[in-house]
């Protein structure tokens, strides 16, 4: 296990893990919240409602605590900080569409 935790304590593991962990963190929103509609009508009602689009977000990056909390507690400090920098890389969108458009 400590060779595994060497290969994969790279930043930019984390920081690919927190480009696409949202995206598990969005499919997770679907399946507790609309399962009741298909998920490309979820996607174009989303799309078409622009005050919709920083929450997602902001709830879709929910996920990324799981890598983060598994990076800190497998003592992969780097994985850790780069998810911390995915995370943050998405900062911009969330602030552009709470307050921009």
Request: charge should be positive.
């Amino acid at each position: 296990m400590e060779g595994l935790n060497v290969r994969l304590d790279r930043m930019w593991i984390g920081l690919l893990l927190g480009l696409i962990g949202p995206l598990f963190g969005f499919l997770a929103f679907y399946l507790f919240t609309s399962t009741h509609m298909p998920l490309e009508n979820f996607i174009r009602f989303i799309k078409n409602s622009s005050s919709t689009h920083s929450a997602i977000i902001s709830v879709s990056l929910i996920f990324n605590l799981v890598f983060f909390f598994a990076g800190t507690r497998f003592n992969m400090l780097r994985l850790a900080q780069g998810v911390i920098g995915g995370t943050l890389l998405y900062a911009p969108f969330i602030i552009y569409f709470k307050y921009v458009s």
